[in-house]
């Protein structure tokens, strides 16, 4: 345990908050309209600004992309022995909501050109379960490191066969497709401002849908299932998943500086793609997609891992927390772990 933890802090932090925009009378600001009873008012800006970034028609500010992912489950009406399809190269994050609810995973690997899931697995798994009498209920898809996903294909897959699609954007904000925010192709969409995610609150999160009645189960799923009656009454489990005002302001008042801080990250993907290339295989950008290059991740054609440098995600299926999961796919995500690498972003080496 100890040796594990020193070795990971020993690594350079691959991607750190950048508040340099943020002046010190806009947070005592937020904090002096706190004490006067305005935290709402802050959280319907944000609420506002968000919407604009991602143009669509509901955002409903989170604690953070992990509990969005739950609310997400939750307003689907995902719930125990249901099946849930999930990518297993991804963070854990995105697949322990699907626990939470005591529902099963259902893995499928990755297409090896975005590192995404793929489309030619999902419609194996999803033709496979309905064969078991196991139809998925949700198929919860992830923009990789930033990078979108083969969204036409998967959409494709899931208006065929009816199921909702959630995409896991916390990584992805600013990345698109057709020129149209990651997030808002499938029925609801997940963002996170984590303390390493391209803008940042610490901490933080929100769920965005273009479904009114989605966004409405959402928000009330995150505020503990209050009914909109004048007394506490309470017909479901709830949850305290609402996001602060204080982060919702912090948030904000980077959204500006989103285009710029994605130049940044390019423009460190393109040196690292020169200095690498000879050697590595990148994540390629699908047709009509742009990533916001949240991190640099690469697989090296032959050499083994470098203890140096920082892992990428090793799948979810090998995982012991996720052993009674199923798993479509042949083994793809294994190589990304066994020969793949995270850079870090490092901020001040640009020189901008
Ligand atoms: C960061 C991240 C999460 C978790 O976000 P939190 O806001 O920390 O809960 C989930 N999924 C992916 C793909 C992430 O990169």
Not at 140 to 146: A, D, K, R
Request: charged letters at 20%; a neutral charge.
């Amino acid at each position: 345990m100890n040796k594990t933890a020193s070795l990971t802090t020993s690594l350079q932090p691959l991607s750190l908050p950048d508040f340099s925009g943020i002046e010190a009378e806009q947070l005592i600001s937020v904090l002096r309209k706190c004490e006067l009873g305005e935290g709402e008012d802050i959280l319907q800006n944000f609420e506002k600004d968000f919407k604009k970034l991602a143009n669509v028609n509901y955002c409903v500010p989170v604690s953070s992309a992990t509990s969005g992912l739950h609310l997400a489950l939750l307003a689907l009406e995902v719930g125990e022995n249901d099946e849930v399809i999930c990518p297993t190269f991804t963070f854990a994050a995105s697949a322990f909501p699907i626990l939470y609810q005591k529902a099963t995973p259902v893995f499928v690997d990755s297409e090896k050109d975005t590192w995404n899931i793929s489309p030619e697995y999902l419609e194996k798994a999803i033709k496979s379960r309905i064969l078991a009498g196991k139809k998925p209920r949700a198929i919860i898809i992830v923009h990789s490191y930033g990078n979108p996903a083969k969204i036409a294909s998967l959409l494709e897959i899931a208006n065929h066969y009816q199921i909702p699609i959630i995409e896991d954007a916390a990584n992805a904000l600013g990345s698109t497709y057709n020129n149209l925010q990651v997030g808002t192709f499938g029925t609801i969409g997940v963002f996170s401002f984590n303390r390493n995610k391209i803008i940042s609150g610490g901490a933080g999160g929100s769920v965005i849908t273009n479904n009114k009645v989605i966004s409405e189960k959402v928000r009330y799923f995150a505020h503990q299932a209050k009914s909109n009656l004048a007394y506490y009454h309470h017909e479901n489990i709830g949850y305290n998943y609402g996001l602060s005002p204080i982060l919702a302001e912090i948030i904000r008042l980077q959204l500006p500086t989103l285009e710029k801080r994605i130049l940044l990250r390019r423009y460190q993907f393109d040196n690292y793609l020169k200095g690498y290339h000879s050697e590595a295989t990148f994540q390629n950008e699908a047709n009509n997609s742009f990533s916001n290059r949240w991190l640099t991740v690469f697989k090296y054609n032959s050499k083994p891992f470098p203890p140096e440098y920082h892992h990428v995600w090793k799948p979810l299926h090998t995982q012991p927390v996720f052993e009674k999961s199923l798993y479509f796919g042949n083994q793809e995500s294994v190589e990304f772990f066994n020969l793949g690498v995270a850079l870090p972003f490092l901020r001040n080496n640009i020189g901008q």
